[in-house]
Every structure is written in C-alpha cells, then in structure tokens.
C-alpha cells in the first residue's frame, strides 16, 4: 500500500485501531519496535498504527522502545503522528469521559533515555512548545462540537510508573496548577521533535488518580486509582474516543510546511 504519512501510537487500552492490511516488523538500531506496525486504510488515507505498550501490555512505561518506535516511523516516511493516551484528572474542571488536547508536559520521569544524540553527534532541540502547534490547531478545529467534555489545552505531568502515585503527590501537582498526569508521554514526545517529525497528543480522561476529595469533593478511598479501572472506564466510552481519532486524522493534510521538520536547524552542536 501506499507509504503512510500519518501514524497513531496508541496507550492503555487502545491496542489496536482498523484492520491491517499489512504488518510490518522493524529492527531498528534502537531494537526492535513495541510490536509490529500496521498499516492500513482510513477513507482512503495510508494510516501506520503502533500500540506503545505492545499488544499484550508487555512494556510497562519505563520499558517502551521510545527510541526504536519513532526511528521506525520516520524510516517509514511518517510525518505526522498522534499520541494517544489516558490520564488522570488533577482539577476539577477536567471530568472523567474528558478528551485533551495536551500542549505542555512536566517530565518527572528518571533514568529514561531521551534522546537520540550524544558526544560530539549533538543536538539541543527546542521544547518551549513540545506539542506540533500546527497540528493542535487543526485538531481543535475538527473537534469543535464533539459530544462530551473536551479541552484544548493542558499541563500533564508525566510521572515514572509503573506505580501510581502517593496522596501527597497527587496533592503537590494539583496545587501547581497542572492538570492532568500520566506515565508515557515524556520522553516520546521529545523523541519525536528530535526526528522533525510533527506530532501532538489527544489524551482521555479515565479517572481522578488519588486526590478525590480534592478534585471532585468525593469521599476518599473510594475509587483509588488502578489499571483495572483504568481499562474499565476506558472501554465504556471508547467508541467516542475513536470518533475523536478518526476526526483528527481526517483533517490532517498530505502536505504540509511546519517548524517542527526544522527542529535540528542551528540546533546541532
């Protein structure tokens, strides 16, 4: 089929998206991928899908081939991609049911390897606006008037798992003012400005983490956050989820000029 412009990477509980018309398996110098690549056909559009945790769940968050995964896609001529993830809510204006659309990230992850250069083979990329602008805008656009809760922007702190975090925690970066958190999107998001590849992030929203009498004012204990559950609520909504994807691919253009495939301009050492 015809080479894919446009790649999903999909998170927890989105494990598979379309029906391949080809798979595709990549050694890369980085190792071998989270799982083979699909490829296949959205009304007419090449489409590459990756599930980042692997189809069985196998790579816990600290595990994923960050690194293999994006190198593949650019060796694939993918220009576009489209992160996807659950999160949990830090404020109370972000609901569970909830769809994002992430522009900044606090990365509290350590010991993940976050970039493809080292020694005299370096490189310092901008991360001021980690998410492709260009990419978020059109997105927004295609959302406009999508049923259910939906956001154009938010902070996700992005925390090393695989454990869930501590009251205390939960507490701190809610009273930071970020919104929302997750185990996955650092360092793929940086990883991929590194390629010039345009890519951008649309999360879901499946619970309150820890903190629920501080978010939503329900008595704690209650709904302590866990994969289970994490999977459960995804599931129960993710028809519109996939609503949501199909939109923003639609509305992504074959061509395009954006600032992220200038990344390394003045950026090497």
């Known amino acids: 089929m015809d080479q894919p412009v446009i790649a999903i990477i999909g998170g927890t509980g989105f494990y598979k998206f379309l029906e391949p018309v080809e798979e595709v398996s990549r050694q890369t110098p980085y190792g071998p991928t989270s799982a083979p690549i699909s490829l296949s056909s959205l009304d007419g559009r090449p489409v590459a899908f990756l599930p980042r945790h692997g189809r069985d769940h196998e790579y816990l968050p600290h595990e994923i081939p960050y690194r ?22 830090l404020q109370a204006e972000y609901r569970r049911g909830d769809l994002v659309l992430v522009d900044q990230f606090i990365d509290r992850t350590s010991g993940r390897i976050d970039t493809f250069f080292s020694g005299n083979a370096a490189a310092h990329i901008s991360s001021a606006y980690p998410y492709c602008v260009r990419m978020r805008g ?30 205390a925690e939960s507490r701190w970066f809610r009273s930071q003012g970020w919104h929302v958190l997750n185990m996955t999107q650092y360092p793929e998001v940086v990883l991929a400005r590194e390629q010039e590849l345009c890519y951008m992030n649309l999360s879901y929203v499946t619970d309150y983490d820890v903190a629920l009498t501080e978010v939503v004012g329900a008595e704690p ?32 253009p074959a061509e395009f000029d954006c600032g992220c495939q200038h990344a390394l301009d003045g950026a090497r050492t």
């Open 138 to 167: 059109l997105a927004k656009d295609a959302l406009d008037g999508i049923e259910g809760g939906f956001h154009d922007s938010a902070t996700v702190v992005v925390t090393q798992g695989p454990r869930f975090g501590t009251l």
């Open 221 to 252: 204990d209650k709904e302590v956050v866990s994969h289970a559950r994490v999977l459960q609520a995804f599931a129960a909504d993710s028809g519109r989820f996939v609503d949501a994807v199909k939109r923003i691919v639609n509305t992504l």
């Open 68 to 89: 293999a995964n994006l190198w593949a896609f650019k060796e694939l001529g993918v220009r576009q991609i489209l992160g996807l993830n659950t999160v949990g809510s």
